[in-house]
């Protein structure tokens, strides 16, 4: 499977973004799929996942009620839009996919088997 992230730019505090990370090369249903983000100056961060079906979800602390993933399977794409953006939400978000054998929601990167390349958010104040 690889990935392509899209979807980043510069946008004002309370602003929108949303990305998309589309997957080829393998059947997308069937992988858990999951959003990280690099601030700068510190480690790569969970920050949304979506189990295989796209009923379940979970998000860090952070960015609750405020962010929201989802996934397209028709389209072999996974979405985060963000809102009510914040300075601190300034990152590179990762979409990442478990292995299809892989059922667990982790929050883990180091579980995650395939990456996107990384989109830049920034969100001026």
């Known amino acids: 499977v690889q990935l392509q992230a899209s979807g980043g730019g510069l946008v004002q505090a309370g602003g929108s973004l949303r990305l998309s990370c589309t997957a080829s090369g393998g059947t997308f249903g069937n992988v858990v799929m999951g959003w990280f983000r690099r601030s700068p100056g510190k480690e790569r961060e969970f920050v949304a996942v979506?189990?295989?079906?796209?009923?379940?979800?979970e998000y860090v602390d952070s960015v609750k009620g405020r962010f929201i993933v989802s996934r397209d399977i028709t389209k072999n794409t996974a979405y985060l839009q963000m809102n009510s953006l914040k300075p601190e939400d300034t990152a590179v978000y990762y979409c990442?996919?478990?292995?299809?054998?892989?059922?667990?929601?982790?929050?883990?990167?180091?579980?995650?088997?395939?990456w996107g390349q990384g989109t830049l958010v920034t969100v001026s104040s």
């Open positions: 979506i189990n295989k079906g796209g009923a379940r979800r």
């Open positions: 990442g996919a478990r292995d299809r054998s892989q059922t667990f929601m982790s929050t883990s990167q180091s579980d995650y088997y395939y």
